[in-house]
């Protein structure tokens, strides 16, 4: 793997990363069941103030310590170095509705990319104190503990998460889809934050974990976590996922095969929305 340059003060991306994410937790926390300013992005899609305030607060850091570094963020979009070889991808509070509801599941989650392969990831859940980590080629761990996909082989018994997303048509394809599953496998989560969807479906939590509607601030760190964790990550049809997919199925090999076998020809899997 190539070596990521050192920050400006000789510190690696991880070092940099790690104490960042655990600051910005800290921010949601204290914010956490308080007065929120709440605006609409769209029907189910909202941003709150803490939003921009933890998005600023980590970009900053970011830019000081990776100045040649590009940046795409939630909120803010594209910024840094528009050439650049390597790209911090951050979503500052993934579970938004969660958090505005007094709902404690969401994260801080954020990546580095070098080109479209992801390669160093973190998501950090405050409420738990659990940081889920992973860098190309060195595994993936929650807490400095190695963690793994489930190694579960039995559909019938899989616990299966996901959620609902932004486009109600795809939302109503994955609950038809679910509909078609039950009661064919243990349970259904739906969690709020795909971010710590994901990152449980990499620690085993979930058996599976599947998604139809993401943006890479969504999905980078799941990407990278996954491998690492020894799970299979697609798009929603099996094949080859990157940044830009705007869906994701994450398990084993065995789950995902079949997955794809019992929801084949369903809607949620062919739609081009």
Do not use: C
Not at 171 to 177: F, M, P, S, V
Not at 250 to 273: D, H, K, V
């Amino acid at each position: 793997m190539n070596t990521i340059p050192l920050s400006s003060d000789g510190k690696t991306p991880m070092e940099v990363v790690r104490p960042l994410v655990l600051d910005a937790g800290q921010i949601l926390l204290d914010w956490f069941d308080k007065d929120l300013k709440i605006e609409r992005k769209g029907r189910a899609d909202i941003v709150t103030n803490v939003d921009y305030e933890v998005e600023e607060f980590l970009l900053s850091r970011l830019r000081h310590a990776y100045p040649d570094f590009g940046i795409l963020a939630e909120e803010s979009g594209a910024g840094g170095e528009s050439n650049a070889e390597y790209t911090w991808i951050v979503d500052p509070l993934d579970g938004t509705r969660n958090f505005s509801i007094g709902v404690p599941l969401f994260a801080v989650t954020l990546a580095l990319a070098r080109g479209d392969e992801v390669v160093l990831g973190v998501t950090y859940d405050p409420n738990r104190r659990e940081l889920f980590t992973a860098e190309r080629g060195s595994g993936a761990f929650l807490n400095d503990e190695p963690i793994r996909v489930s190694h579960g082989l039995d559909f019938d018994a899989a616990v299966i998460g996901t959620d609902m997303g932004y486009s109600d048509a795809m939302a109503t394809y994955a609950l038809q889809l679910l509909d078609r599953l039950w009661p064919g496998m243990q349970a259904i989560r739906i969690m709020g934050s795909a971010a710590l969807g994901l990152a449980y479906a990499a620690s085993g939590r979930l058996d599976l974990y599947f998604h139809h509607h993401l943006s890479p601030w969504d999905i980078a760190a799941g990407i990278v976590l996954a491998h690492e964790a020894g799970g299979v990550v697609t798009d929603r049809n099996g094949g080859p996922i990157t940044l830009s997919t705007p869906n994701i199925l994450l398990s084993n090999a065995a789950l995902q095969a079949e997955f794809l076998r019992r929801t084949e020809g369903l809607p949620w899997r062919n739609a081009t929305e």
